[in-house]
């Protein structure tokens, strides 16, 4: 695609509950990360998927999070038993594999509320 | 750990005016990049400036310039002629550069900038 996709744009959630956040990343781009950006703050990492395996998961804050990315392309953020503190907007890059000149596209995000 | 601190929450600048923005950071590393990031309503970054901290020369974008002190740990970002389009969060962002890695983003906490008509 041209750019990349977050679905949905917005979900609103009960506390308990289990969700699953879309990213479809630009074609060809072999990198994806998931970030979660509270409300004031910058985005922090949380996820970074090199092709099908998350090579690097050391920003999930505990084991309700999840990510899959099973054929390289689009990946979905799990989140279970959904706490009021996971409120926040979910952003999914994507670049290519590149010492240099290795930019990241952002996607528009998901904001996820939960009451 | 690498941190990046940016100390203004909110700026303001008269449309055609001038505005810096600034940043800090800290690290042990010697090969990186820096960035600037614009953050509008919309949700989605998008990519200002970006520095390579082997280069010494600052990075230049049309409007947008950084000033870049390798030795201090200090980027900040100069807005020349700015418009209201420039309203925006800003937000400087860290990354380790080294062999074949992508290596994360590592972001402050952002600046809100206001253009004045």
């Known amino acids: 695609g041209a750019g990349v996709s977050q679905t949905p744009s917005n979900k609103v959630t009960e506390k308990g509950k289990y969700v699953e956040l879309r990213c479809d990343p630009i074609?060809?781009?072999?990198?994806l990360y998931w970030y979660r950006q509270s409300l004031g703050q910058g985005p922090e990492f949380l996820i970074y998927?090199?092709?099908?395996?998350?090579?690097?998961d050391s920003g999930l804050p505990n084991d309700r999070f999840f990510a899959v990315r099973p054929e390289g392309s689009v990946s979905t953020l799990k989140i279970q038993r959904t706490e009021r503190g996971d409120s926040a907007v979910y952003l999914c890059?994507?670049?290519?594999?590149?010492?240099?000149?290795?930019?990241?596209?952002f996607g528009q995000g998901t904001r996820l509320t939960v009451v | 750990a690498q941190t990046v601190t940016q100390s203004q929450p909110e700026m303001s600048v008269q449309e055609a005016e001038t505005v810096t923005l600034s940043c800090t950071y800290d690290t042990s590393e010697s090969d990186y990049y820096l960035f600037w990031y614009k953050q509008p309503p919309s949700r989605q970054m998008i990519l200002v400036i970006r520095q390579e901290a082997y280069k010494q020369q600052n990075a230049t974008e049309n409007r947008f310039s950084v000033n870049f002190q390798k030795a201090a740990k200090s980027f900040s970002l100069k807005i020349s002629d700015s418009q209201l389009g420039d309203a925006a969060m800003y937000f400087c962002?860290?990354?380790?550069?080294?062999?074949?890695?992508?290596?994360?983003?590592?972001f402050g906490k952002g600046t809100k900038l206001s253009v004045k008509p």
């Open positions: 998927f090199q092709g099908t395996g998350a090579a690097d």
């Open positions: 962002a860290y990354r380790r550069g080294y062999g074949g890695s992508q290596g994360n983003l590592i």
């Open positions: 890059a994507s670049s290519l594999i590149r010492r240099e000149n290795t930019e990241a596209f």
């Open positions: 074609s060809g781009h072999t990198a």
